[in-house]
């Protein structure tokens, strides 16, 4: 079992950035794919990005390419989301996951593949 707690949202400016970050807490970090995905309002969760169990492997939505760009370091059992060129379109809670596999190169999209999941960190772009 792994607990995660996510830190790093805030306000910020329209062009802005801001690093997210999703510190693990358990066993075996090393074992878990992670995700992001994000919640705006009145609106259906949604996948932001993925980075397999050693990290060699990144995957993120046509919505952020470019844009963002997702990490992580297994000695510090911690998961990164780097934000640049932030939008409004960006506002919502974004929420770290993590998925337990014997695959190396698995980055699901969708959230049902995850196990677990952090309480979530709220992001605002103001325009």
């Known amino acids: 079992q792994v607990q995660l707690v996510e830190s790093g949202g805030g306000l910020v400016q329209a062009g802005g950035s801001l690093r997210l970050s999703c510190a693990a807490s358990g066993r075996s970090f090393s074992n878990y794919g992670m995700g992001w995905f994000r919640r705006a309002p009145g609106k259906e969760r949604e996948f932001v990005a993925g980075?397999?169990?050693?990290?060699?492997?990144?995957t993120v939505a046509d919505s952020v390419k470019g844009r963002f760009t997702i990490s992580r370091d297994n000695a510090k059992t911690t998961v990164y989301l780097q934000m640049n060129s932030l939008k409004p379109e960006d506002t919502a809670v974004y929420y770290c996951?993590?998925?337990?596999?014997?695959?190396?190169?698995?980055?699901?999209?969708?959230?049902?593949?995850?196990?677990?999941w952090g309480p979530g960190t709220q992001v605002a772009v103001s325009s």
């Open positions: 980075v397999s169990r050693s990290g060699e492997v990144t």
């Open positions: 996951a993590a998925d337990q596999t014997i695959f190396d190169h698995r980055t699901p999209r969708n959230p049902r593949e995850y196990d677990y």
